[in-house]
């Protein structure tokens, strides 16, 4: 059991050093990332449009019909 705490301690120092990264992001970069992210917000937006009744039955929010309609 100690053998895991240590190893998981030694890869939570490795991470929380830093470490030089010996790279350059040009602004193409950074509207590449941007570019990723919104077009990831918009497919999480069409895929909550396409199924927003399943979504809404299965968290309990749907009206009830009523016996008239």
Same mark, same amino acid.
């Given at each position: 059991?100690? *053998?895991?705490?240590?190893?998981?301690?030694? @890869?939570?120092?490795?991470? =929380?050093? $830093?470490?030089? =990264?010996? =790279?350059? @992001?040009? $602004?193409?970069? !950074?509207? *590449?990332?941007?570019?990723?992210?919104?077009? !990831?917000? =918009? !497919? @999480?937006?069409?895929?909550?449009?396409?199924?927003?009744?399943?979504?809404?039955?299965?968290? !309990?929010?749907?009206?009830?019909?009523? /016996?008239? /309609?």
């Amino acid at each position: 059991m100690s *053998l895991r705490w240590l190893l998981v301690l030694v @890869l939570l120092v490795s991470l =929380a050093t $830093p470490q030089p =990264a010996h =790279a350059y @992001l040009d $602004p193409g970069s !950074g509207s *590449l990332i941007l570019q990723l992210i919104l077009g !990831g917000l =918009a !497919g @999480l937006a069409m895929i909550l449009k396409l199924y927003w009744h399943k979504l809404r039955n299965l968290l !309990g929010l749907s009206k009830k019909k009523s /016996e008239t /309609e």
